[in-house]
């Protein structure tokens, strides 16, 4: 092709190349801000059980400390510190194996009836403590099959309905619901605790982002459990969402795909 405006046509080129140097530019300013950003999180999170079990230590250290009973008391302290510390390593650890895809997502055919009675079972004890009640809703086929990794939904499943233990409302309750949508399922976890203000929702599944709320709350926990959901279901190519109401409590609802019907009878004594 001859060009009737050939220095009309090297202008355009010349523009099409700075156009895009800026937007590179404009990504790694953003990786770098979000880098920084990361840091800062993480050492505030590390920072604040380390100096409890300092504290503790030194208080313990002194020679005038005698209190052999306040002594055992800051023992207990210093050390839910250390657990807190192990979390915050695990849960890192975890994220950093999801995000750099080092943990695969086997697929494999279960009853998600079984997998929400499990987890709601394992709670129990902690709903008590809390003293709120837990509703499953089964509002379909309590037979169905999801195709999906059972045990990162396990832990999805697990880190929602404890978060609805943490921020929700003593004497309250956690219900959790099972929807058909055609090719898929829904699970819903509602609790009526704390709930979310809305400028929060957009930035609650990032990894470190906790409320002023939840902060306040003392609860302990790393801010990573919702970053570990959030990756999970989209490790599965499925969705996860948030409806809340500041004061009145929060919904998370995420979708599976079910499995496909065998297209051979089933063996009888071989699920
Ligand atoms: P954390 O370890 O702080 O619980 P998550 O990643 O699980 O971390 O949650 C991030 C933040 O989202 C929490 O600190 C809290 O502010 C908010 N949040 C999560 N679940 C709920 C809920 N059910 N009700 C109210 N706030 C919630």
């Known amino acids: 092709i001859i060009s009737a405006d050939p220095i009309n046509d090297v202008e355009q080129e010349v523009k099409e190349w700075a156009r895009q140097k800026k937007s590179e530019i404009d990504e790694l300013r953003k990786q770098e801000k979000f880098r920084r950003e990361f840091l800062t999180n993480i050492s505030h999170e590390f920072k604040t059980?380390?100096?409890a079990i300092q504290g503790y230590?030194?208080?313990i250290q002194d020679d005038e400390f005698?209190?052999?009973d306040m002594a055992a008391q800051f023992l207990e302290k210093a050390a839910k510190n250390v657990d807190r510390l192990s979390y915050l390593i695990k849960d890192l650890d975890e994220i950093s194996k999801l995000e750099s895809g080092e943990i695969p997502i086997n697929y494999t055919r279960f009853k998600i009836n079984d997998l929400i009675k499990e987890v709601l079972d394992s709670l129990e004890m902690k709903a008590k403590q809390h003293d709120?009640?837990?509703i499953y809703k089964q509002k379909y086929d309590e037979n169905v099959m999801v195709n999906a990794?059972?045990?990162k939904i396990h832990q999805v499943i697990i880190n929602l309905v404890d978060n609805s233990l943490k921020y929700g409302?003593?004497?309250?309750?956690?219900s959790v619901?099972?929807?058909n949508l055609h090719d898929q399922v829904l699970i819903e976890i509602t609790d009526d605790g704390i709930g979310i203000e809305e400028k929060y929702l957009p930035r609650l599944f990032e990894r470190f982002f906790r409320t002023e709320q939840s902060r306040s709350r003392q609860v302990g926990g790393s801010g990573l459990g919702l970053a570990i959901v959030k990756h999970i279901?989209?490790?599965h190519q499925q969705t996860i969402n948030v409806r809340s109401t500041a004061g009145l409590g929060s919904t998370f609802g995420f979708t599976l795909q079910k499995a496909k019907q065998s297209p051979f009878p089933a063996i009888p004594g071989i699920k």
């Open 49 to 51: 059980p380390l100096f």
């Open 57 to 59: 230590i030194e208080a």
């Open 66 to 68: 005698e209190d052999l």
């Open 132 to 134: 709120i009640k837990f």
């Open 149 to 151: 990794d059972r045990d």
């Open 169 to 174: 409302k003593t004497g309250g309750s956690t």
């Open 177 to 179: 619901s099972l929807f």
């Open 233 to 235: 279901i989209e490790a």
